[in-house]
Nanobody
């Protein structure tokens, strides 16, 4: 079992920034891709961004130009830098790692006040 540990959520005003971290207990090259999903209140979980083993990045249209996904291979950690945050970014953010199975983190709350 792979346990992903997320951190970095919190409360921020609109226009502010946060950086989420997702630490894996094994080399992140064990996974085909790692990424972030979010679940806004009362809505379904949705893709935010992911990065593949080959360093290809994919972003949801709603976050392009504001969010950046990156990784530190030595620390087995994936980051999500979130800038110019909007109230509609409020959600629980989940880290996901995928290989033959999919692993999820426990989630971290991000709240953006207007």
């Amino acid at each position: 079992q792979v346990q992903l540990v997320e951190s970095g959520g919190g409360l921020v005003q609109a226009g502010g920034s946060l950086r989420l971290s997702c630490a894996a207990p094994v080399s992140i090259f064990n996974f085909n891709d790692m990424g972030w999903f979010r679940q806004p209140p009362g809505k379904q979980r949705e893709l935010v961004a992911f990065i593949t083993k080959g360093s290809t990045t994919v972003y949801a249209d709603s976050v392009k130009g504001r969010f950046t996904i990156s990784r530190d291979n030595a620390k087995n950690t994936v980051y999500l830098q979130m800038n110019s945050l909007k109230p509609e970014d409020t959600a629980v953010y989940y880290c996901r790692a995928a290989r033959d199975v999919v692993y999820w983190g426990q989630g971290t709350q991000v709240t953006v006040s207007s």
